[in-house]
Nanobody
């Protein structure tokens, strides 16, 4: 059973930075596309960024130029470097990974950005 475990969330002041990590376990196969999504209180879950095994990335307009997604294929790990954080970035951030057409989700890590 594939499991995704996020880490790196926390409380940060506006303008600060955080780095999220997500490690996949339970498989020796390379996870296909991986990504980060977020859900703010009272809002629907939304895409933040995705990355393919080949390194092709896609970002939500709201984070372009501030966030950077990367991955280590050998470790089945994906990262999200978040810079210039804003209070609107406050949310639970979820890791997503796909393997053989099945989508897996982590339990989420909370990011809180204060003024």
């Amino acid at each position: 059973q594939v499991q995704l475990v996020e880490s790196g969330g926390g409380l940060v002041q506006a303008g600060g930075s955080l780095r999220l990590s997500c490690a996949a376990s339970g498989t020796i196969l390379r996870i296909d596309a991986m990504g980060w999504y977020r859900q703010a209180p009272g809002k629907q879950r939304e895409l933040v960024a995705t990355i393919t095994t080949g390194g092709i990335t896609n970002y939500a307009d709201s984070v372009k130029g501030r966030f950077a997604i990367s991955r280590d294929n050998a470790k089945n790990t994906v990262y999200l470097q978040m810079n210039s954080l804003k209070p609107d970035d406050t949310a639970v951030y979820y890791c997503n990974g796909n393997l053989w057409g099945v989508s897996y989700w982590g339990k989420g890590t909370l990011v809180t950005v204060s003024l």
